[in-house]
């Protein structure tokens, strides 16, 4: 297991010398502050309001304004409608709303994990195929250490990479969020739109519920372009193909939901969160349990396929 570990930390060392990593850091750092910079000068008024004690009297006079509006401007049903629903939710069940704060502004920036899909990918996709370019695979493989260790031991630092990324993002956007917009507490409730209807929500669960969801996707694609950096040593090649099939997937799974089989394609069953909040899941029939049969199965035919091209290869020609 000693080996396993050194083999694992000499790939981040490796990792962390390039300039390309500090440069995906970097770039989510930039992402966080200008979102909130923007979040927090071109938001919505009614996003950062405080409310007083008669704060049921105020929604109630928002209410009557927006329904004025509406009367006035047809176009402004579009927004006002769903403020309206809102406030009659938080009249309804008797909760105070709470202005816009730190915690809110993490939950929102979960879509920035598509972004680390597409760093992950890069990385996963040259940690195999860079060292066959350049000839530093012999130089790797003539130590005492099994190929499979040493394939191992990079798919693993894939992950960590990905999961440092994903806990900068986390702290990146709490601190950014904290002190553009404030903090409503350690752990308050907020007021979404579950599209049908509002629910009232501890704000950890939901950032937990939702970074965690994303990083099924983050997971499989990662294992896909480490699978084709393994099998056909070209970085290009596994970086255009998954982030093809990364962006494209919802696109072709919704071409294909007419036919039965389209359940087994990959891209129907990464999203596990379809099967939360009352949501239908993409092809009728499907459950949680079949998607994560489903997505076990294509994770071991990835990682199975890798480790058959890279442990059976001969490199005494490269």
Same mark, same amino acid.
């Given at each position: 297991?000693?080996?396993?570990?050194? $083999?694992?930390?000499?790939?981040?060392?490796?990792?962390?010398? *390039?300039? @390309?990593?500090?440069?995906?850091?970097?770039?989510?750092?930039?992402?966080?502050?200008?979102?909130?910079?923007? /979040?927090?000068?071109?938001?919505?008024?009614?996003?950062?309001?405080?409310? +007083?004690?008669?704060?049921? /009297?105020?929604?109630?006079?928002?209410?009557?304004?927006?329904?004025?509006?509406? =009367? !006035?401007?047809?176009?402004?049903?579009?927004?006002?409608?769903?403020?309206?629903?809102?406030?009659?939710?938080?009249?309804?069940?008797?909760?105070?709303?709470?202005?816009?704060?730190?915690?809110?502004?993490?939950?929102?920036?979960?879509?920035?994990?598509?972004?680390?899909?597409?760093?992950?990918?890069?990385? %996963?996709?040259?940690?195999?195929?860079?060292?066959? *370019?350049?000839?530093?695979?012999?130089?790797?493989?003539?130590?005492?250490?099994?190929?499979?260790?040493?394939?191992?031991?990079?798919?693993?630092?894939?992950?960590?990479?990905?999961?440092?990324?994903?806990?900068?993002?986390?702290?990146?956007?709490?601190?950014?969020?904290?002190?553009?917009? +404030?903090?409503?507490? $350690?752990?308050?409730?907020?007021?979404? !739109?579950?599209?049908?209807?509002? @629910?009232?929500?501890?704000?950890? +669960?939901?950032? =937990?519920?939702?970074?965690?969801?994303?990083?099924?996707?983050?997971?499989?694609?990662?294992? &896909? =372009?480490?699978?084709?950096?393994?099998?056909?040593?070209?970085?290009?090649? #596994?970086?255009?193909?998954?982030?093809?099939?990364?962006?494209?997937?919802?696109?072709?799974? %919704? &071409?294909?939901?007419?036919?039965?089989?389209?359940?087994?394609? $990959?891209? @129907?069953?990464?999203?596990?969160?379809?099967?939360?909040?009352?949501?239908?899941?993409?092809?009728?029939?499907?459950?949680?349990? &079949?998607?994560?049969?489903?997505? $076990?199965?294509?994770? #071991?035919?990835?990682?199975?396929? %890798?480790?058959? =091209?890279?442990?059976?290869? !001969?490199? #005494? +020609?490269?």
């Amino acid at each position: 297991m000693s080996n396993f570990m050194k $083999l694992i930390w000499n790939e981040q060392i490796k990792l962390y010398a *390039k300039k @390309a990593t500090w440069v995906m850091f970097a770039v989510i750092l930039v992402i966080a502050i200008g979102g909130g910079l923007i /979040t927090k000068f071109f938001g919505t008024e009614s996003d950062f309001k405080e409310y +007083g004690d008669n704060w049921q /009297t105020e929604l109630q006079a928002e209410n009557e304004q927006l329904m004025a509006e509406m =009367a !006035d401007d047809e176009f402004a049903g579009f927004t006002n409608e769903f403020i309206i629903a809102e406030n009659n939710y938080h009249l309804e069940n008797n909760i105070k709303p709470q202005p816009y704060d730190g915690w809110e502004y993490v939950l929102d920036n979960s879509f920035l994990t598509s972004v680390i899909s597409l760093f992950t990918i890069i990385v %996963a996709a040259g940690i195999i195929s860079n060292e066959f *370019k350049w000839g530093t695979i012999k130089l790797l493989l003539i130590r005492p250490i099994s190929r499979t260790k040493i394939l191992f031991s990079k798919y693993v630092s894939v992950l960590i990479f990905a999961l440092t990324l994903l806990v900068f993002l986390l702290l990146s956007s709490w601190l950014v969020g904290a002190l553009l917009f +404030g903090l409503n507490g $350690l752990n308050p409730m907020v007021v979404q !739109d579950m599209m049908p209807g509002y @629910a009232h929500n501890d704000v950890l +669960g939901e950032i =937990a519920k939702s970074y965690g969801f994303s990083i099924v996707t983050l997971v499989m694609m990662a294992t &896909f =372009a480490f699978m084709i950096s393994a099998i056909f040593r070209s970085s290009g090649m #596994a970086i255009g193909l998954a982030i093809f099939l990364m962006m494209a997937g919802n696109t072709i799974v %919704a &071409f294909l939901s007419q036919y039965e089989w389209s359940k087994f394609i $990959l891209f @129907a069953n990464t999203n596990l969160e379809q099967y939360t909040n009352g949501m239908e899941p993409t092809i009728p029939g499907m459950s949680m349990t &079949f998607s994560i049969i489903v997505l $076990l199965v294509y994770f #071991a035919i990835f990682i199975g396929a %890798a480790w058959a =091209a890279f442990t059976k290869r !001969d490199v #005494a +020609g490269n």
